[in-house]
């Protein structure tokens, strides 16, 4: 039997992408190994959101080209975003890819891996991602994960923010059945699955006839798996039907990831963004007067072409006042095909350092705070195997998402325990198990 080794860079679509790839394979007789040296085919599924991504892949590419020395039989894939958008040409810029392979026709993988055996060629398949019938596919399995799983609910973007490539790499949005989704959530249901993330580029602007973002989430909640979850918002779209449907199902989790990107109007407009401060502020603020223990994290993005030092204290103001648990916290760089493409760069990299070390420091201080609201009080982990330090402590999840660490049994695997908080950190928790 054959194996394969799955390295997945960038975001939920991603590691959903990812799970596609491991059942269309293990389900035509190949198995995932996670030791490189075994492997018969080294996959890449990649993403180009980013600059310095791309590089990663790049150089992940040439490391293998070492191993191959001693494995010349190996065969190299690379799919996802990055080869959506460079095309022929990556295989012109790096050698020893043997095959490329976009976003939308991982489920073809097996029959692309079959071709190898005939070819000493890189094989290009590649195709349109606006006409992608994933969706077909029935979900069978979480993959990889034992208590958690990501589930698509839709695919592409039609913001075309200015910074963004998904539009050019996922195609238009494209909303996949309700029927559909609402069967793979019972299916996964009756495999075990305990914790689903629903996942998009907008989640929130999924239709399907008259069933919109918030419908979709009552009829996901009324299939009874103990926790649902989603991602990502926008917040143009983050509706107040949307956020009372969460706080009206308990089985639907309180954590909000809604990216702001900046505090300033000037620079989301420049942003094509869609809302303004106000508006972003509005939501926010509704979200925790109507869930009080509502989680909220967004993204932020510093230096972009404009941004002045006015600008980015109106970020950092913005951030104070809404007090975010999490953020994921970026320097702008352009990215080719981008509308920011064209701006000019004139925030220097000296600056956007020093910009990206304060909204850092200012993060962990929220985070830290937000933190301390779960110090002695009594929460429920879903339990997902032991913790990377120690076998005798195992780690597990909030409904919020926040990681939990406690000693435990391997055992709990998979199951909902309660624990006592008794220390809190910046990006994790430390507790007791309430039960023996």
């Known amino acids: 039997m054959k194996k394969f080794y799955l390295l997945t860079y960038g975001c939920q679509m991603n590691e ?21 040296e075994e492997a018969d085919y080294f996959i890449l599924n990649t993403c180009s959101i980013r600059e310095r991504a791309v590089r990663r892949v790049v150089g992940q590419i040439h490391d293998l080209q070492q191993h191959r020395r001693q494995k010349p039989e190996l065969k190299i894939a690379v799919g996802g975003c990055v080869t959506q958008l460079e095309g022929k040409d990556l295989a012109e810029k790096v050698s020893g890819i043997d095959l490329i392979c976009g976003t939308s026709n991982f489920h073809r993988l097996p029959e692309f891996l079959e071709e190898l055996s005939g070819t000493n060629k890189p094989l290009i398949r590649l195709e349109d991602p606006t006409i992608s019938k994933q ?12 208590s958690t799983c990501f589930l698509p ?20 949005e494209i909303s996949y059945q309700h029927a559909k989704i609402i069967e793979q959530i019972n299916i996964l249901r009756d495999l075990g699955q305990q914790d689903i993330t629903l996942v998009g580029q907008n989640v929130n602007s999924y239709q399907d006839g008259d069933v919109n973002f918030a ?7 009324a299939t009874g798996i ?50 303004d401060r106000k508006k972003y502020l509005a939501t926010a603020r509704y979200i925790r007067a109507t869930i009080p223990g509502s989680f909220l994290s967004t993204d932020i993005i510093v230096g972009f072409p404009g941004e002045t030092e006015e600008d980015f204290q109106q970020t950092i103001e913005l951030m104070k006042e809404i007090r975010f648990d999490l953020s994921y916290m970026f320097k702008f760089s352009s990215r080719p095909g981008t509308k920011a493409h064209k701006m000019t760069d004139d925030v220097s990299a000296a600056e956007k350092q020093r910009r990206l070390e304060i909204i850092i420091a200012t993060q962990n201080e929220l985070s830290k705070l937000q933190n301390d609201r779960f110090l002695e ?39 909902m325990i309660p624990v006592r908080i008794t220390e809190t950190y910046i990006g994790t928790l430390k507790g007791e198990a309430l039960i023996a």
Request: proline share 5%; charged share 25%.
């Open 226 to 275: 103990p926790r649902i979850r989603f991602i990502t918002s926008h917040p143009r779209d983050m509706s107040r039907e949307i956020i009372d449907v969460v706080a009206e199902r308990p089985n639907l989790c309180p954590r909000f990831h809604l990216p702001l990107q900046s505090g300033s109007d000037k620079i989301l407009g420049r942003m094509n963004r869609h809302y």
């Open 16 to 36: 959903s992408d990812s799970d596609i790839i491991r059942q269309a394979l293990t389900q035509n007789n190949y198995q995932e190994t996670y030791f490189r």
């Open 135 to 146: 969706n077909d596919l029935p979900v069978k399995n979480g993959g990889h994960r034992h």
């Open 377 to 415: 009080k009594a929460v429920e982990v879903l339990v997902e195997g032991p913790s990377k330090k120690r076998a005798t402590e195992m780690m597990g999840r909030t409904e919020q998402g926040l990681t939990v660490i406690f000693k435990g049994d391997n055992s709990w695997r998979g199951k």
């Open 215 to 221: 419908g979709l989430l009552r009829t996901a909640a």
């Open 153 to 172: 609910i839709m695919r592409g973007c039609d913001n075309f923010c200015a910074y963004c490539v998904v539009p050019y790499s996922r195609g238009r």
